[in-house]
């Protein structure tokens, strides 16, 4: 019997939030209340909230998004170390929009929310650290691709480390494509002798 043992793998985890419909409705109102920029300056790209901290205004939103990802956290990585948002943002996708691949610095996992979408949106996953090798399979897998997608189904939240490269799948649809994106980074004291670190709750 073949055994695979997928070594240091990087974890990405989803699971429903069962946001209310008020909260559903609330969040929808919310994000179309900001300006937007396209992502990097380029007009073919996706759009982003010029304001980088919207959970700050809506503490019962943060509270919500931030106890469900600890959970999830504590169920399947069973870390206990506390976490805190450092930023949260919007991003809309109109038809035929999308974003470059792109990881997040300062941060140590993020996280991305979906609502009030159409079917058969997409987040993209990329393996930076690929084989010098290519050789040919019968048919793709988590073992031997370099890139990997999920549905950004209505309600999913995504967590996943925020040095994996990843991007927002084309919007092929013609509903824009709500999603809320989070950094995350430790909080308090956490460690061990020499690499022990204390990092203070942020206001």
């Known amino acids: 019997m073949i055994n695979i043992i997928p070594l240091f793998p990087k974890t990405v985890l989803t699971d429903r939030v069962n946001l209310p419909v008020n909260k559903v409705n609330e969040l929808q109102t919310y994000s179309n209340s900001f300006d937007y920029v396209h992502c990097n300056n380029n007009p073919k790209a996706c759009l982003q909230s010029k304001e980088l901290h919207v959970l700050n205004k809506k503490l019962n939103l943060k509270k919500i998004f931030l106890q469900k990802i600890e959970t999830m956290l504590a169920a399947t990585t069973e870390q206990q170390t506390s976490m805190q948002i450092t930023t949260s943002w919007f991003i809309k996708a109109r038809t035929n929009e999308e974003s470059n691949y792109h990881t997040h610095a300062n941060s140590m996992l993020s996280a991305v929310y979906y609502w009030n979408n159409e ?29 990997w997608w999920l549905e950004a189904e209505n309600d999913l939240l995504v967590i996943f480390p925020s040095e994996l490269s990843h991007k927002v799948g084309i919007n092929q649809g013609t509903q824009i494509r709500n999603c809320l994106a989070i950094n995350l980074i430790p909080v308090g004291k956490f460690g061990l002798n020499d690499s022990s670190l204390e990092i203070p709750k942020l206001k």
């Not at 393996?127 to 988590?142: C, D, M, Q, R, Y």
């Open 119 to 147: 079917d058969n949106n997409k987040i993209y996953f990329e393996n930076h650290n690929k084989s010098a090798w290519l050789v040919e399979h019968n048919k793709p897998n988590i073992y031997n691709t370099t890139e």
